[in-house]
């Protein structure tokens, strides 16, 4: 397993050619290490169809806790069954066990990349002289990593119907494991059009996206920056008559700040 993690690589002379002296952060360096094809069967664990869980079910953190601990404070208006509170919230209380320590420890790294990742946007409108080298392909996954935590929740409810770990697709666990690749069309948007102002912060929300009815895909604001993951065919998941999606670009290229040699670039 894991045959499809390797991405292409990023030559950051190339990036940099004709640009001035600045700082470069990498993001792209983030390996996974290859799974044993064989081992147990974990119940609870989300991806033991694969048959080669480890270890007993272990605890994750649906929003990755690189994130969480970054956050002043953590408001329940963020996530989607507990937004009416508007309450306080602990690192602790947003956990799931849902995934077996083996398969738990093979996506630690898109943890780390997120903490990264957030990190670089919330701090992007303060820094200078700066270049941020991003691998999209491992923001895709991470937020497709959190919208499978997400069901796995056994939290999630639309019109009624409450959603639980039997709900998520086994596609859906292909691709997060690199057993398959997002079709075209699917994966990251983000929700502004060429040109937009982006305003940031030190804030994370998250919400399900349902298309007649069925999830297929998650709304993310990271650090003030609107993402949109699409698991159904090309912008079939929103309505362009709202506001919110009605600007989207799909695997978008870069965030740059006006007059200043200062970017965020995704490389795909």
Request: some cysteine.
């Amino acid at each position: 397993m894991g045959k499809n993690r390797k991405f292409q690589s990023i030559d950051l002379k190339k990036v940099m050619k004709s640009k001035p002296i600045v700082k470069v952060i990498d993001l792209t360096n983030f390996s996974f290490h290859t799974l044993p094809s064989e081992g147990d069967t974990v119940e609870k664990c989300y991806a033991n169809t694969f048959g080669n869980c480890h270890g007993g079910i272990s605890r994750e953190h649906y929003i990755s806790e690189n994130i969480l601990k970054q956050l002043d404070t953590i408001k329940s208006n963020g996530i989607p069954w507990l937004k009416h509170l508007n309450k306080n919230l602990s690192a602790n209380s947003l956990t799931v066990k849902s995934l077996c320590e083996r398969h738990n420890s093979y996506l630690s790294p898109l943890d780390s990349f997120a903490g990264e990742f957030f990190k670089e946007v919330k701090g992007f409108a303060e820094a200078k002289l700066r270049i941020t080298i991003v691998n999209g392909h491992l923001l895709e996954l991470w937020l497709l990593k959190v919208l499978i935590g997400l069901i796995s929740t056994n939290q999630l409810t639309h019109k009624g119907v409450q959603l639980n770990s039997t709900d998520i697709p086994q596609e859906w666990v292909e691709i997060l494991f690199g057993e398959k690749s997002f079709k075209s069309g699917t994966g990251l948007y983000i929700s502004y059009d060429v040109g937009d102002k982006v305003a940031l912060g030190n804030k994370i929300s998250i919400g399900p996206i349902y298309l007649h009815g069925k999830l297929c895909g998650l709304t993310a604001n990271i650090a003030g920056l609107r993402l949109l993951l699409s698991m159904v065919e090309k912008n079939a998941a929103f309505n362009r008559s709202h506001p919110k999606y009605e600007k989207t670009l799909y695997r978008f290229e870069r965030l740059r700040k006006q007059n200043q040699p200062q970017e965020i670039i995704f490389k795909w």
